[in-house]
Each structure stands twice: as C-alpha cells, then as structure tokens.
C-alpha cells in the first residue's frame, strides 16, 4: 500500500510504500477511492492549533506524531474483512466514518464517539488516515452505503457534511423569520449553507471575505452575502438568531456574538486559533448561548447521507485531483484558493 505521510511538521508530505494491513476481529481493511482534503489537515500538518495569548496545542500531546498519515473524508471499496467483520461484503462501496471513539465506554456505546475521551481512534487524526491506498476500519458499522451520491462528493460528507449537519442541530429553535449567518464559506462553511437550506432555513446569510465563495454560498441557497471584513457587516448581521462560526478567530466570534438577537446562538467550529474575551453580564442579560460543535456522529453521517440521497443538499464545487498532488492541495488551500473542497483520487495509485 502506498500513504502520503507527514514526516516532518510543516514539509511536504512523502509517499511511503507499506506491506498492507491483514483485518483482524471486526477490523476491515478498505481500498480508498477518493479522500477529501480538509483545512484542519493543515493544522495537524503544521502540528499545533493555537489557543491565543502565545499558547499553543500541539497534535503529538493526542498521539499524532509523524510519521503519520492524514485524511478523514475517506470513500472507499471493501477489500478485507476481519474473522469477525459482518454486514457488509468485499467490493461493496461505502463512505467511511472516521470519528471513531473508544468503542466501549458510554457516550460510544451511546453512539456519540466524537466525545470519547476514554480512547479515540479517529482516522487521520489519532490512526492512520485516508491520504492512503488502504485504510484499516475498526468495524463494519462505521461504514455507511452511499450509493447513488458521486464518490468525491460523499467522501466530503465525512467531515464537512457531517461537521455542518452537527453544528446546525446547535442552533436555536427557528421561525420562518429568523437569519442565521454562515460565517466563512471553506467547505465546511459552504456545506454549512448546504445543509441549513435542505433543512428549509430560509434566511441563511453567508459572510466570506472572498466574493467567488460568497457567489458559491449563493449558489447554494443563501439568500443575502455579507463581506465580513465591509465596516457594515455588524450592521448588517444584527438582529440573528444563529451564528455558525467556520472560522473561529477572535474577530469572527466577535463578530457574531454582538449580533446575535436575545435569546440567540453563537455556534463554534472554525479552529482557527486565539481566545474568547467577553464581558459575562450582557451573556446572560441577551440570553445568548455560546456553545462549540467538533465534526458529528455516525446517526449524523446517515442523516446527511440521506439528504444528499435525496437530493435535498445542494454539492458543494468539488475538484477530484490525482493523489500525487496534495502538497499542491495543501499549498493552494493554505493560500485560500480553493472553493469547496478538493478531492483526491486515489484510484490509480499503484497499491
Ligand atoms: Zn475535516
Ligand atoms: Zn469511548
């Protein structure tokens, strides 16, 4: 099997050939197709995320220590089950879940592995990733049948579908009336706007600095574009009910906490990086709810899935490139011109 690994923080990633994996128990090893490239790639790539105030959390405090092999948007083929690995069959097709938890301790057991904290197995970011060949999944049940949506465009779903769907059940109860801000169109942010109009969101106000990501936002199904760094767009934000920040900086939650309206919702995603410095009585006098939302569940997955199945979420631009190019990737995601997302094809890379 052939990885794209990180050897070194912050260098190009290398291919490295590896003698494949053999499943064991309910372990199945799956030969990757497509394997979406997501902005927090570059943050395990550069090995840390900052916390403001010359803080930093570096990746190797939660076992990413290179070498390592990144990619949690995996779609792939069945290629080997484990002795123990039921319900699914060699060759079927199917979207990976990569957020993996323990497996054993409640909040798994309760189907929320993206709050294990007893052992996560995440892949591509606590286990080998998808910018590979091959990929070992702990059991069948993470994998998920999307047949009918196109391979790149599920592959995306992994992380920034699921990511948005998460983050838009955080919102608060909607009227038809209320706005809710799309703060940064990436992919995530633009899967955001996806997902928050095939949920019948009608006002869904989309804030970029970037006006081709702002005309994509558009496209799928924002109804007003806001340029986040324009002297107007607090003015033009005030009064909504929600606000899913893709960014996450101190400038874009300032931005939309102060416009939030009584009772409304800031929704934390971006991992940007810096601190949150808010003065504590106008929270509890407007009433406002401050809450973070980190990728989503396996039943979140599905549900995504099956908006996409209906055609009820609009796909994001996506652009399928040969594996070989994701230094490429990373170089143009890292200078911001990429709209949606980029997808690589792993197909024909020799195994
Ligand atoms: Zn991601
Ligand atoms: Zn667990």
Request: with cysteine; net charge positive; hydrophobic share 40%.
């Amino acid at each position: 099997m052939i990885s794209y690994q990180i050897v070194e923080h912050g260098k190009p990633l290398q291919k490295v050939a590896f003698e494949k994996p053999k499943p064991q128990g309910t372990e199945v090893l799956m030969r990757v197709t497509r394997s979406g490239v997501c902005h927090s790639d570059l943050h395990i790539w550069e090995g840390y995320f900052e916390l403001g105030g010359g803080k930093r959390f570096y990746v190797k405090e939660r076992g990413c220590v290179p070498p390592f092999t990144l990619g949690h948007e995996p779609f792939g083929v069945v290629e080997a089950l484990g002795p123990k690995a039921k319900g699914v069959r060699v060759g079927q097709k199917r979207l990976i879940h990569p957020w993996i938890g323990c497996g054993k301790c409640a909040v798994c057991k309760a189907g929320q592995d993206n709050y294990c904290v007893s052992g996560s197995r995440i892949l591509g970011v606590n286990r080998a990733g998808a910018y590979s060949t091959h990929l070992l999944v702990p059991d069948p049940k993470y994998l998920v049948d999307a047949s009918g949506i196109d391979e790149a465009f599920a592959a995306t779903l992994a992380c920034s579908g699921v990511t948005a769907y998460s983050a838009s059940a955080k919102l608060p109860p909607l009227t038809r009336e209320d706005r809710v801000a799309v703060i940064g169109c990436g992919g995530v942010g633009l899967a955001g706007v996806a997902v928050l109009h095939a949920k019948g969101v009608k006002n869904i106000v989309a804030c970029d600095i970037d006006p081709e990501k702002l005309k994509t936002a558009s496209r799928l199904g924002a109804s007003q574009c806001v340029d986040s760094c324009s002297p107007n767009a607090p003015k033009d934000l005030l009064g909504i009910a929600g606000a899913i920040d893709f960014v996450g900086t101190p400038a874009t939650a300032a931005l939309g906490i102060a416009a939030l309206r009584k009772g409304g919702r800031y929704v934390l995603v971006g991992l940007h990086g810096g601190e949150l410095v808010h003065p504590l009585p106008p929270i509890a006098q407007r009433a406002i709810g401050i809450v973070g939302s980190y990728v989503g569940n396996l039943a979140e997955l599905k549900a995504v899935v099956a908006l996409a199945k209906k055609k009820k979420l609009r796909p994001m631009p996506v652009e399928t490139r040969p594996a070989a190019e994701v230094n490429r990737a990373f170089d143009d995601l890292l200078a911001g011109r990429i709209v949606g997302r980029v997808v690589l094809d792993f197909e024909k890379v020799a195994a």
